[in-house]
Nanobody
Framework: QVQLEESGGGLVQAGGSLKLSCAASGSIFSFDAMGWYRQTPGKQRELVAVVTNGISPTYADSVKGRFTISRDNSKNTVYLQMNSLKSDDTAVYYC?????????WGQGTQVTVSS
């Protein structure tokens, strides 16, 4: 059973930074892709950033230049460094891991940006 555990969310002022972490229960080598999504009430979950094996990371246009996704295979952890945060970034952030066509999700971590 794959388990993903997010951490690092919280309350931050606009312009500030946060770093989210997603620790996987097993080796992340086995995943074809890992990424971060976010969701606000009444809206669909949207892709924030994803890193696919052998391919450069992909980012949503709204976070390009501000967010950076990275992975530490030795720690089975994926990170999302978020800089220059805006109130529009307020959401629950979910870690995602994909193996072939199966997606696994974390429980989510709340990020709140105050203006």
């Amino acid at each position: 059973q794959v388990q993903l555990e997010e951490s690092g969310g919280g309350l931050v002022q606009a312009g500030g930074s946060l770093k989210l972490s997603c620790a996987a229960s097993g080796s992340i080598f086995s995943f074809d892709a890992m990424g971060w999504y976010r969701q606000t009430p009444g809206k669909q979950r949207e892709l924030v950033a994803v890193v696919t094996n052998g391919i450069s990371p992909t980012y949503a246009d709204s976070v390009k230049g501000r967010f950076t996704i990275s992975r530490d295979n030795s720690k089975n952890t994926v990170y999302l460094q978020m800089n220059s945060l805006k109130s529009d970034d307020t959401a629950v952030y979910y870690c995602n891991a994909q193996r072939v066509t199966t997606h696994y999700w974390g429980q989510g971590t709340q990020v709140t940006v105050s203006s």
